[in-house]
């Protein structure tokens, strides 16, 4: 039985700030942020926005791709920026999209690589259950201390897609290869909003982990390199994906996978999975049948690489010119805008903000979390 993703889309804030603008603030020369880190712009979120409303919007679109949304009778929300500690984020996404009552929410957490696993998971429940699909989210907002050298790679997005049978664009291949270690190298303590971390360990990591899940993946599906037609790396920062290609001798240009993420910025769980609908959305090749390799890191750490086929129809589901005019009209902030965005201060949250999709965060009425569509 084949099983895999059967549409995807994706959701930002409506506002970012040049990575230019940050770097004459804080005294860096660009090229540090452009080619050192490989990153030109981030997402940056106003106070009514959140996890929730770019998930919403992501699964709207995501839902408009397929035709029996009542066979929806799983929902996963994966993140590491969530705001409550019991309250599954998803259930505000089944009552806005008005999904089946009997459908399963839940929440599920490995910093970056929680949308894999929550992949993973909805692929076994496929198999048991030939007839549904499950809605996975993967939606974070990245934020590290103002000035600190994290800064520069902050973002934030959702991704949205449904894991079904004959799946419309990628159908995920069974072997895979995992490697598991507790390490410090970013974490965000309960008290925090702020998450904190050791970057070089990180990128040590990262590469670490990868060299062991990918020969753990080619010793298991007795595979070489020259299988893989494409790859789509988790990319915190451009420059980390491409070091990553250098470490499995990758010999092929990464670039129509960067090209939302160099705009957006770490989008964490969402990550991997809008590479993924970069590379659909610019590859000027036909993907049909071709074999795409996917590396997911989380810190703390998980790590992933596992692999899909491009399925026959997936032209006809992709939406490259709707992914293309939500990076183009988004709003250009100042500086001046960032640090109020950050402060999250009531003078930003007395002024009113656009939003990405049609639901907002009103407001918090005794530590509850009020949306309304506007
Ligand atoms: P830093 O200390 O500012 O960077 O932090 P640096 O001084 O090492 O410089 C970065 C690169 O820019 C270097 O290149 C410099 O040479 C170059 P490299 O040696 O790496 O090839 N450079 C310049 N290039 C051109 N012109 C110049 C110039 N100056 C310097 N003038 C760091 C950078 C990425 C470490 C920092 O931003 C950070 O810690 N970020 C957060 C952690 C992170 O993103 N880690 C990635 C791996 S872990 C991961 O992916 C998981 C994660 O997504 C979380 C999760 O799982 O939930 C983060």
Redesign the pocket.
Known sequence: MKIGIDSIAFSTSRYFLKLKTLAAHRG??????????GQIAMSVFPPSEDIVTIAIDAARKAIAQIENIAAIDFLIFAT?SSFDLSKAAGIYVHHFLKLREDCRVIEIKQ???SATGALQLAKSYVRENHNSKVLVIGS?I?K?SPG??????QGGAAVAFLVSADPQIMIIEDGSGVHTNDIM??WRPISESE?Q????L??Y??LKSLDISFNRYLAKTNRNISAIDYVCF????G??AQ?GALQIKWPNPLDDTLLYNSAIG?S??A?LYICLTSLLDHSKAPLENKRVGLYS?????VAEYFSGIIAEKYRSIITPEENQRLLASRKEISFEEYELFCSNSSDSANKTYENSGAVRLKSLENKKRIYVEN
Not at 30 to 37: M, P, T, V
Not at 197 to 200: E, L, N, S, T, W
Not at 297 to 301: A, D, I, L
């Open positions: 860096v020369e660009f090229e540090k942020y452009s080619h050192g880190i590491e910093a970056c690589y974070d990245v590290y600190s050298s994290g800064e520069p790679t190298d970013f998450a971390f050791d970057g070089k990180s990128a990591n990262y988790h990319a915190p920062f420059k980390m070091k770490n964490c769980s990550s890191y989380g810190s703390g750490s």
